[in-house]
């Protein structure tokens, strides 16, 4: 069986239609950028609405809404722009694929093997932001894999393509992971920042990369910082590998600045902000070009 066919009947075991992952392509591939955007999907399954305890829009707390349309012009300056359809409380890409809650799955013998699964954000999570459950019961292991095997499996095969693509052509590849932080998590800390960026404190990628994705967004108004509270997630970790040319770095923005984080739908401010993005955007996709021979050397 292809795994495209396996694919199909995953889809069909755990109720996703269509395509879960979205590329879009440049029309000519000039940059060694792979732009992700793995928590911006906002369709959800009928049949996963239905067995949530939560209304739809509470169930959409965990998104990073409209992420994907921020980052929608990336095509535009010659990189891809990789786009998760099904949401993040439905499955969570920026999870390894055994990270497996025993609080959610009725099968025996799994363990808790992170915090962020005894917190029930593991590859499928139990609960949505602020500890809220999905849930009235268990799921058995078979719907987990079907959609581990629809959605986790295809979207980390389009990030490995892309990447794998990008080192062939230009010597290296720089994954832009892009998320969005709750306001609540700028305000908790005694630092102002509007944009945080990780890069696993120094692990994922070149420290000229981190240095140059600070300025970009530095010189476009922002106030930022690095790796406090957020330092960078599984693709993150994953993708990033600097001494094989693989970098890879973490972008998350505070909601506020473009979203009404009660409506989950764009903020007054939500064009402007968009439009200081843009240079930042460009940037991101032309720093391989710019930083590549050093880069590609270590």
């Not at 879009?24 to 992700?36: D, G, I, K, M, Y």
């Not at 992420?67 to 890409?93: K, N, Q, S, T």
């Not at 079907?146 to 095969?157: G, L, N, V």
Request: net charge neutral; glycine share 8%; proline share 6%.
């Amino acid at each position: 069986m292809t795994g495209t066919m396996e694919e199909q009947l995953a889809r069909d075991r755990c109720g996703w239609t269509g395509p879960p992952v979205t590329v879009h392509e440049p029309e000519r591939l000039t940059s060694a950028t792979v732009f992700s955007s793995p928590h911006s999907g906002r369709r959800y399954p009928e049949s996963f609405v239905r067995r949530s305890r939560l209304e739809p829009l509470t169930l959409r707390a965990s998104e990073d809404a409209f992420i994907d349309d921020l980052f929608h012009r990336a095509p535009a300056h010659g990189a891809p722009l990789i786009v998760a359809e099904f949401p993040r409380a439905f499955v969570d890409v920026n999870r390894s694929d055994d990270e497996l809650d025993p609080a959610l799955i009725a099968a025996s013998g799994i363990r808790a093997r992170t915090l962020r699964v005894s917190a029930g954000l593991g590859v499928v999570p139990r609960v949505v932001s602020e500890g809220k459950p999905i849930y009235d019961g268990k799921l058995t292991m078979a719907e987990v894999e079907a959609r581990i095997a629809a959605c986790h499996t295809p979207y980390h095969a389009s990030v490995t393509n892309a990447m794998r693509r990008a080192k062939e052509v230009f010597g290296l590849g720089l994954l832009v992971d892009c998320h969005s932080m709750p306001s609540e998590s700028r305000r908790l800390r005694s630092r102002r920042a509007e944009v945080v960026i990780g890069d696993c404190y120094g692990v994922s990628c070149d420290v000229d990369v981190t240095d140059a994705v600070v300025g970009l967004f530095r010189r476009a108004g922002f106030g930022v910082a690095r790796n406090t509270p957020f330092a960078g997630g599984y693709l993150t970790h994953r993708y990033g590998r600097p001494r094989r040319s693989y970098h890879a770095i973490q972008i998350e923005i505070d909601r506020s600045l473009y979203l009404d984080e009660v409506r989950i739908e764009p903020s007054a401010g939500y064009r402007d902000f968009a439009q200081a993005l843009q240079p930042v955007i460009a940037g991101l996709a032309e720093l391989p070009q710019t930083l590549g021979t050093a880069l590609a050397a270590q």
